[in-house]
């Protein structure tokens, strides 16, 4: 690991290096020295508890980092494309693309919750009404739009925002983690067929 020795830097050192080691290692896995090396520090010296309280503090402020990230990119992508392109097909194929490119850059963060889920319930409850839960309800009343202006398939909403995202998360964690695509399929072919489902192909035809 690339070790950032800037001290205006030392703190998000801390937080990128805690992100890999505990995803990497586990929570239990992984000292204080361990994180002021990585972090580029002299192990012992204390630096570590000059930003921290605890390693607890620090995979907290990991948690809250990441997801005011993934806000921010959330954000980002929505005023974007929403209405830009004026076809919902190509705008909901672009989104679609983004999102596998999020999902890619919270590799680390994703492994980490996977390693960690159930050791601190409350964090990770926040996390869940965060990431799952408010994305849901943003995405199901994006869908609610399409259907009554009839850019997409008629049906349940909010059903159709948990299909998409749990597509898009499974997709993504096949590729990730068990390192092939489910039949060899491309992002290109995997995106297409997942708007299809919503949008009916050029020509009508399924």
Known sequence: MTKPRKHGTTRESLLTAGLQLFGEKG???????????????????????RHFESKEALLADIVHREVEKLRQL???????????????????????????????????????LGREYGRFPDLLGQLYSLLVEESLAQEGSELERDIANQHIRG??????????????????????????????????????ALVDLLVPPPGGKS
């Open 155 to 192: 049906g349940d909403a909010h059903a159709l925002a948990a299909v998409v995202q749990s597509a898009l998360v499974g997709f993504h964690l096949s590729k990730t983690y068990f390192g092939s695509q489910p039949y060899g399929i491309d992002d290109d072919r995997f995106i297409k």
């Open 27 to 49: 929570f239990d896995g992984v000292s204080v020295k361990d994180l002021e090396s990585a972090a580029g520090l002299t192990p012992g010296r204390g630096s570590f508890y």
């Open 74 to 112: 959330r954000e980002l992508q929505q005023r974007g494309i929403s209405g830009s392109l004026g076809d919902r097909r190509a705008e909901l194929i672009v989104d679609f693309r983004m999102r596998l490119i999020v999902l890619a850059q919270l590799k680390d963060f994703i492994l980490l």
